[in-house]
């Protein structure tokens, strides 16, 4: 089985943890290149419920939001409060404290939801961050997908974890499968053989891979950052570098505002105006109070001021008793730094932020290829089965079609079930889109135990196919405003692009089994030897 | 079609995959534990924040590179004695901090 030649031993190992990360990885791949648009997709399912942004409500006062939102909150829930608004969203506060549980720093409080035009309580939530921010029904489409993506429907340390793992292979993927396949430029021209239809799925395997290499590299490695980070090296780090004094490290990593001794309170609309102002007429992202109504009380307002090319951030910081500005901050840190610049760069390129929507739409069709890389690379291994009736081909078939089929399946049931439990309850829908989401994916790996793969994915490829043709029109039960009406409207004219991607996804789909069903590929190259389709020649034919 | 180098040891399918799993899981404790000895010896930089962001940064580079040089280098006595040496520079560099 083994000999010390490394090339033989990395294949051995680029196919096993392929096989293992499949599943891990399609979803966390596949959840990432949805959530790269969860901006777009979040406006689109909220058009209905649209509440105006602050920014833009004429004599819009921060000062009597902050009153009436913080109206009957407990005091020391008080000195730390997060302000933010996502677009369409109401203006929410999370009045919270910091406190260290199993070794983790945990934030728990209470999220005020206020209508910054009629200044309305809409909602209050108690809890720990996730669970008292957690979106109402027409916003839980994105944050669905976004949570999938990080969590996997997990807890959250164990689903950081887990994303973290699955990031880590795929850095160990795109390492062996470099070392293995060794990209050339004749490899990248070559075209894939349509022989059969073994060769072809081996050849675009390696095509894909290798196009995309410097795209998967840097998702992994980015991912697995982000991932690990907040789980495992941070707390590390602290044990280490602060006596395990987590609180210490992240106010160290942010950067402390020294300010003046007054006892005075600052009043935050004239922040707001001086921070829009700084930034010529950007959008305020979020406001941070930190220690406010006490001593060292500051304010620091993310403000992002628009470029054709990605937004530029702008962090400025307040002294929370004089009102006077201290400084303009980076993100991380009271100064620019490598370190601070280097996540800044590792999160706009994970989030496909980093050119605007440029990056976003390349990083949405090169997510859909890296999806495609992992199906072939199943399909390889599912070709290469002779013993298709053990339970070790079963699987892997069952797997091929569950993952193929099951994504854009869950990805449409999810969606149906949004539209329509949330016109049935205002609450939050998560639950239920999580157990249509997981039923698509077990209907699907079902057709896959019993029928070929081919089979398999033509009848769940149909079923998605035709349920994400027409979700846009059933949209409007969750969204509450049906599309002509939102096409109609100047400011949202730009939502017929999202209805277009789900009605293209859907025709795709219906194509695409259409030609599977047909028996794709058709051509034969009987000249084309077998064993030229795998980087070692170890690769025996097999039905697919 | 599969050759062996004359000489080379004939390992099963479940010895490759046990010492593929433990090349995986020492490189992680093995990584884990230079990331925080860095701390120790990078320079903290302007914001005083470097010497904790860089080697969180590049801890899945320096987890995949453990990980292959453990599990694919053709002297493996060789490989697992860089390794832990380096290893062992930055333990004792976390270990020195402890005690001062």
């Known amino acids: 089985m083994s000999t010390h030649r490394p090339r033989r031993r990395l294949y051995?190992?680029?196919?096993?943890?392929?096989?293992?990360?499949?599943?891990?990885?399609?979803?966390?791949?596949?959840?990432?290149?949805?959530?790269?648009?969860?901006?777009?997709?979040?406006?689109?399912?909220?058009?209905?419920?649209?509440?105006?942004?602050?920014?833009?409500?004429?004599?819009?006062?921060?000062?009597?939001?902050?009153?009436?939102?913080?109206?009957?909150?407990?005091?020391?829930?008080?000195?730390?409060?997060?302000?933010?608004?996502?677009?369409?969203?109401?203006?929410?506060?999370?009045?919270?404290?910091?406190?260290?549980?199993?070794?983790?720093?945990?934030?728990?409080?209470?999220a005020v939801d206020v209508d910054p035009t009629t200044l309305e309580v809409l909602r209050r939530r108690l809890g720990e961050r996730g669970e008292a921010?957690?979106?109402?029904?027409?916003?839980?489409?994105?944050?669905?997908?976004?949570?999938?993506?990080?969590?996997?429907?997990?807890?959250?340390?164990?689903?950081?974890?887990?994303?973290?793992?699955?990031?880590?292979?795929?850095?160990?993927?795109?390492?062996?499968?470099?070392?293995?396949?060794?990209?050339?430029?004749?490899?990248?021209?070559?075209?894939?053989?349509?022989?059969?239809?073994?060769q072809l799925v081996g050849d675009l395997h390696t095509l894909i891979g290798?196009?995309?290499?410097?795209?998967?590299?840097?998702?992994?490695?980015?991912?697995?950052?982000?991932?690990?980070?907040?789980?495992?090296?941070?707390?590390?780090?602290?044990?280490?570098?602060?006596?395990?004094?987590?609180?210490?490290m992240f106010r160290t990593l942010i950067g402390r505002v020294e300010v003046s001794d007054s006892r005075d309170e600052a009043?935050?609309?004239?922040?707001?105006?001086?921070?829009?102002?700084?930034?010529?007429?950007?959008?305020?992202?979020?406001?941070a109070l930190d220690q406010w109504g006490e001593e060292g009380a500051n304010a620091t307002f993310g403000v992002a001021e628009p470029s054709p090319f990605g937004d530029t951030s702008h962090h400025y910081a307040y002294d929370g008793h004089t009102g006077a500005l201290v400084r303009e901050k980076p993100a991380f840190g009271v100064r620019p730094s490598f370190g601070g610049s280097l996540v800044d760069l590792v999160a706009r390129l994970h989030f496909g932020t980093l050119f605007g929507l440029v990056t976003k739409a390349l990083w949405g069709v090169l997510g859909l290829a890296t999806?495609?890389?992992?199906?072939?690379?199943?399909?390889?291994?599912?070709?290469?089965?002779?013993?298709?009736?053990?339970?070790?081909?079963?699987?892997?078939?069952?797997?091929?079609?569950?993952?193929?089929?099951g994504l854009p399946l869950g990805t449409a049931s999810a969606g149906w079930t949004w539209a329509i439990a949330s016109s049935l309850d205002g609450g939050d829908v998560t639950d239920a889109m999580t157990v249509a989401?997981?039923?698509?994916?077990?209907?699907?790996?079902?057709?896959?135990?019993?029928?070929?793969?081919?089979?398999?994915?033509?009848?769940?490829?149909?079923?998605?196919?035709v349920a994400l043709a027409i979700l846009p029109v059933l949209a409007p039960l969750g969204s509450g405003m049906g599309p002509f009406e939102a096409w109609s409207d100047r400011t949202l004219r730009w939502t017929v692009w999202v209805d277009a991607a789900f009605v293209v996804a859907g025709v795709a789909?219906?194509?695409?089994?259409?030609?599977?069903?047909?028996?794709?590929?058709?051509?034969?190259?009987?000249?084309?030897?077998?064993?030229?389709s795998t980087p070692l020649g170890v690769g025996r034919a097999g039905p697919l | 079609m599969t050759r062996r180098l004359p000489g080379a040891p004939r390992w099963s399918r479940a010895r490759v995959a046990g010492y593929a799993?433990?090349?995986?899981?020492?490189?992680?404790?093995?990584?884990?534990?230079?990331?925080?000895?860095?701390?120790k010896w990078l320079p903290a930089g302007r914001a005083g924040i470097d010497h904790i962001m860089v080697p969180i940064v590049a801890f899945p580079v320096v987890w995949v590179v453990f990980a292959l040089v453990l599990y694919a280098a053709r002297r493996r006595g060789v490989a697992w004695a860089a390794v832990a040496g380096l290893t062992a520079i930055h333990a004792a560099l976390v270990a020195h901090g402890w005690a001062s």
């Open chain 1, 210 to 248: 290798s196009w995309t290499l410097p795209f998967t590299g840097l998702l992994a490695l980015t991912g697995s950052f982000l991932s690990f980070a907040g789980a495992v090296l941070l707390p590390l780090v602290a044990q280490v570098a602060f006596e395990g004094d987590q609180e210490a």
């Open chain 2, 21 to 39: 799993l433990l090349s995986l899981a020492s490189a992680f404790v093995f990584a884990s534990i230079v990331t925080a000895g860095a701390t």
């Open chain 1, 371 to 405: 999806c495609a890389l992992a199906l072939l690379g199943l399909a390889i291994f599912t070709a290469r089965r002779r013993d298709r009736r053990s339970p070790a081909a079963r699987a892997v078939r069952s797997m091929t079609v569950g993952l193929g089929g």
């Open chain 1, 267 to 287: 009043s935050l609309a004239p922040l707001l105006d001086d921070a829009v102002a700084r930034s010529s007429g950007g959008r305020v992202q979020f406001v």
């Open chain 1, 437 to 465: 989401f997981l039923l698509a994916l077990a209907a699907a790996a079902a057709t896959g135990v019993s029928g070929s793969v081919r089979s398999g994915l033509v009848r769940t490829w149909i079923a998605a196919g």
């Open chain 1, 12 to 110: 051995g190992l680029h196919r096993w943890v392929g096989l293992l990360l499949a599943p891990l990885g399609l979803l966390v791949f596949f959840s990432g290149t949805v959530a790269t648009f969860h901006e777009e997709l979040d406006a689109w399912a909220m058009r209905g419920h649209r509440i105006a942004p602050a920014q833009d409500v004429p004599g819009f006062d921060l000062d009597d939001a902050h009153r009436v939102a913080a109206a009957g909150v407990p005091r020391e829930l008080r000195r730390q409060v997060d302000i933010s608004q996502q677009p369409g969203h109401p203006l929410r506060f999370f009045f919270h404290v910091h406190e260290q549980r199993d070794g983790a720093i945990v934030e728990r409080g209470v």
């Open chain 1, 509 to 532: 789909l219906l194509v695409g089994s259409s030609r599977l069903a047909r028996g794709w590929p058709r051509r034969r190259h009987p000249e084309v030897a077998p064993e030229e």
């Open chain 1, 133 to 198: 921010l957690a979106p109402s029904a027409p916003g839980s489409l994105s944050s669905f997908f976004v949570d999938l993506h990080i969590f996997l429907l997990m807890p959250e340390t164990l689903g950081l974890i887990a994303t973290g793992i699955a990031g880590f292979a795929l850095l160990l993927l795109v390492a062996t499968g470099a070392l293995v396949h060794r990209p050339t430029l004749r490899r990248l021209r070559r075209r894939p053989r349509t022989g059969s239809a073994r």
